[in-house]
């Protein structure tokens, strides 16, 4: 059985919120994620090279900023939809010991099970600090 309800076109209105979830970005949960992904750069691991390198701190990569909107939108389409793009800006670091929000809202419903969203991770010392777009695809109830 499928824990994440699945979400059918029909049932998506324009200027949906998307459930959001929080993480604290520990250490612990910063070197987990980089050595899952294999992004050995010390810029997301190592406070002196980050430091040296001008930033206050370690900070979240690609990857992770990455894999927190596709679960936003994953936990919403369920197992039956289809993420078909993904974009975002990186636009401010998030930093060891911040905590991140990532939420996503709907923007416009389309045809063929389409639907357009905003997608955006954010932090509470510093706003939104990557925005995205992404496009999914949802079974129809029929």
């Known amino acids: 059985m499928n824990a994440i309800p699945q979400r059918c076109w029909e049932e998506v209105a324009d200027g949906e919120d998307l459930a959001g979830f929080s993480l604290e970005l520990t250490r612990t949960r910063m070197a987990l994620q980089v050595s899952g992904t294999q992004d050995f750069y010390p810029i997301h691991h190592d406070t002196a090279f980050a430091r040296g390198a001008g930033h206050e701190d370690i900070f979240i990569n690609t990857g992770f900023i990455r894999a927190c909107l596709c679960r936003v939108l994953t936990d919403w389409i369920g197992a039956e939809g289809f993420v078909r793009r993904l974009a975002f800006q990186m636009r401010t670091p998030n930093l060891v ?5 990532a939420r996503g809202r709907v923007t416009q419903k389309g045809p063929e099970g389409r639907v357009e969203l905003e997608v955006w991770i954010e932090n509470a010392g510093k706003g939104v600090t990557a ?5 999914v695809t949802l079974p129809s109830r029929r």
Do not use: L
């Open 97 to 101: 010991g911040e905590t991140i929000t």
């Open 131 to 135: 925005p995205g777009s992404a496009t």
